[in-house]
Structure formats: structure tokens, C-alpha cells
């Protein structure tokens, strides 16, 4: 695992080549298009529409479908080994 | 009329016409993947119930005269990253071995609406990370084409089923070439739209920014016909664009004359099989002689785009696996006396190596003191090799470029070195980063009658153009 690791890490220090220094990472798709720049907020964004705040809050997962696949649960919680180690 | 050999628009028109029923196909299709899956493995879960739930209803409507949807009838096969309600979904891996999602991807619910029939959950890599389906959690899948050698991957098992008729069409994702390079690899068509174009709702995150739905399908035709079904907004998914979804399957019959194609010098260098070479070249000729203007292009950064995506996938990967803790519906370690130790252990126990690379990887790019050498530094590639694209597409319509240097490889060949194995990528990784459409089709085959992708990459949101192109090029052949 450790001679994978390391043999890929060496292989993406080509990146180096290259000179970002002028450069604007891109995080998503959505940075560079379907930017209407007439519009105001999350409007310019063909990707970003807030329709919740349109369509109001949704209902949300009922409790035993939330629940049904848990490894450990009762009928309110999942139940896990002790969070704090004393 | 063989029931399952049948495409997309011939199954439903058989339907319609009540030539066939929902039943039979339904039935033909499973008999046939009893007769062949024990060879191929691309199948994890079969879905008879909701099959044959899907198909009575179906045919019940017929029966009544009604006019039936799209995809009437008509058996597909889902990757096992996309949640299907009621029906375990593993990912490929030993962690979700005993998940039954609460809901259904959206993809899916919208292929069942226009009366598709789920056959069944298939086999891919883990979490959608590989290149040959040898990183299945549970058993790689092998090419119907040569049982030695790999069906490509992540969606080698959407692929596999619809080269060897076990599904008419399927659904697979593509976060690095994972559509594309299986159905290269087993002769079938495979289309990776748009980032945004399809809802990635119910889709089992593996990179946020670089996933992707799509169909693997026995002709240009079918894959429109998927994509206009699955494509579109979708407000549980805010990555979805809110554009019109245009009639992909009317635009197909437009003449490609005139349409110009682009083809760039990096992906015909080193590394490239000769045999792949001299498809994909008799491929660029064909579409020439059906009148296509051929222009030379360049996209200089294409060398770095493997170190790019392996940086941004294995970041936003050790993120999306975070979740994968043992406490609310994977994998849970026995005998665990502490939370660090359940997170540990079933992490461990649940994720097979590849899977552990991945995250390790992306978390050490990410983590403080290398988030500037790794992560931004490929985020910025990431933005060049998408200028790339803007500026090769200022001069043409579409770029050929072959799928994969190589058809098939063995099983074995490539699973000791991963880095070999992210080579395998080169061609296709781009899109990706780009978030432009592709889409591959078979050119040809090898003397080894392996089956040769030629991939057809386009401009954002334009996927009418490269099916069309596509169309053309099948249908000349």
C-alpha cells in the first residue's frame, strides 16, 4: 500500500510543471458555465435555483425508514459504543 | 423475433403492437441471464418482484388500448451506485453488503415512469473506483466478448449485460471515464452527458464534482431515447441545470455534412495501440466521406489531466466516503468498545484496497500543509485543461478521439500496479474535468475480435450534436 501511495504521489508532482500562478482554480463545473451575469444571485447560476424557498419545506424521511438499516438502533436512536472515553 | 436481441425502439414498438408482452420480455431476459450470468457476474441483485410488478402494469395498459410510455416494457439493468427503493444497493462493496435504500434515484424513478422494467442491481467496481471491474466487493465481472479479460469499469456489469443481452439497455456513471471505456471495451454504445444534465439524486456520491448518469445501450438511437427520458431539473439535486431537455431522437436524422470534427495530436501519441489507431483513423475517414470537415486541434494540458483527476476524485472521495461509519446503515464491526474503534474497524473491514488508496490519497491532499501543493494546484490544471476545450471548440463541433489505447486487457494484468491501471484513463478523464458530454461507439475490433470505442466528445449541453454524429457513423457502417 505504502509503495502504491508513494509511487502516485511522485507521478501527480508533475503537476509542478505547469505555472498556475495566474490561474483560478475551478472547483466545479458550475464556476465557469451557465453564468448569466445579468442576473442577480443564485439567479446567474443555471445550475443553483433555491426552489425550496419557492416550493416550501418538504417533507422529510419517516423515523423507521431512517432507522431500518441500522446496525444497532431503538425506536429513537442509533445506538453506539460510548462517545466519551473516560 | 428474438426477445432479447431486440433494441430500445423495437421492444416497446413489439409491446404496443401486442407482437410481444412486458411478461415475455421480462421473462426472456431473465432466462437468458440464468443461461449466461453465471459466466459473466455482471448482475449483484435481481429485482424479479418489481419486474414483474412493472411489467403486469404494463401490460394491463396495453391490454386497455392506451398508448404506452417511451420505454414500455423494456428490461434494463441499474448499476448498483444508484439507490433503488426496497432493493439492496451495495455499491459494489462489502460496506452497504446489506443496504435497502428508502428512496429511488432519480434516474431511475423516471425511467419506471415511462415504464421501463428493473431487472436488477449491477456488479461494479467499488463505489465506482476502477477501470476493469476487478474492484468489485464481491466478484469481478468478465467481457462476454472473451471471458479472460476485463469488461472495462466502474459500469463493467451494465456494460457486459447489454452486450450479451441480458438487458435491452443500462444505466452505468461515469466520474473518469467509467461509461465510456466498459462500453469500448465490450462493443456497446456508452453516453456520458453533460455535467448537470442529468440529477445525480439517489447516485452513491463518489466525486461531487465529476459524477455523472448515463446510459450503455446497443445504439446511438437508444442512448437518445434514455437521455431524453432521464435528462433534465430536478430540484432534489442543485447540480441539476435548469435548461430545456431538446428531443435528442428527432435531431438524430439531421444530416452531420458539413459538421466540423476535430481531432487532436495528444490523443493519437505514445501509448496508443496500433490496432485502436487504425480503427479510430478508418472511423475519421468514414465520417469525412459522409461529409464532415476534419480540422487539427490541440489540448496541450491533456498530459496532466490523470494527475489532476487523481488529486480532485480521491479529495472529493475521502469526503463523500466519510459517511461509510458503521452507525447508521453500513457495515459495523462486532466486539467494538469504543466510537474510534467502531469507525476504525468497520471502515477496514468494509472497504476493499482500492477504496482505502482513494481515501487515503485524497485526505493527504487535502489535509493542512499539502491542500496547496495538491488540491488548488489541480483545481487550476482543472481550469486549464477545460480552456482547452473552449478554445478547441471555437473551430470545430466535435472532437473524435479513440475511447481507450487498448481494447480489453486480460484480468490479472493490470490489478498489481494502480498506477498502470489510472493510465488506462488518458483519453477519457478530460470530459470529466471539463464537464463536456461523450460518448463512445464501436469502430471495429481487433484481430482478436476484441470490440475498438471511438469516443465523440461535444460542447456543453450539446449532446444532440455527437449522437448525431454517432447515428450517422452506425448507420453508414
Known sequence: MLRDLNSILDYVDRLNELDTSDVSPMAQVSDRYGVD???????????????????????????TDALANAPDADEDFFRVPKVIER | MKLESLTIDAARSAVQERKT???????????RIQQEDGRIGAFLT????????????????????????ALAGVPVGIKDVMSTRGVRTTAGSKILDKYIPPYDCTAVARLEAAG???LGKMNCDEFAMGSSNENSGFHPVRNPRDLSRVPGGSSGGSAAAVAADMAVFALGSDTGGSIRQPASFCGVVGLMPTYGRVSRYGLIAFASSLDHIGPLAKTAK???IVLRTIAGRDPMDSTSANLPVPDYVAELDKPVRGLRIGVAKEYFGEGLDDEVRAAVEAAIDKLKSLGCEIVKVSLPHTPYAIPTYYLIATAEASANLARYDGVRYSHRARGVKTLSEMYRRSRDEGFGAEVKRRIMLGTYALSAGYYDAYYLKAQKVRTLLTRDFDEAFGKVDAIVTPTSPTAAFRLGEKSNDPLAMYLADIYTVTADLAGIPGISIPCGETREKLPIGLQILGKHFDEGTILRIAHAYEQSA
Open chain 1, 37 to 63: 451575469q445579468a442576473k442577480q444571485g443564485s439567479e446567474r447560476f443555471v445550475y443553483a435555483n433555491r426552489e425550496d424557498v419557492l416550493e416550501g419545506l418538504r417533507k422529510s424521511l419517516p423515523h
Open chain 2, 21 to 31: 408482452t412486458a411478461l415475455a420480455l421480462v421473462e426472456a431476459h431473465y432466462a
Open chain 2, 116 to 118: 421501463a422494467v428493473v
Open chain 2, 46 to 69: 435481481l429485482s424479479k418482484e418489481r419486474a414483474l410488478e412493472q411489467a403486469d402494469r404494463i401490460d394491463r395498459m396495453a391490454a386497455e388500448g392506451k398508448a404506452l410510455p
Open chain 2, 222 to 224: 437508444d442512448a437518445a
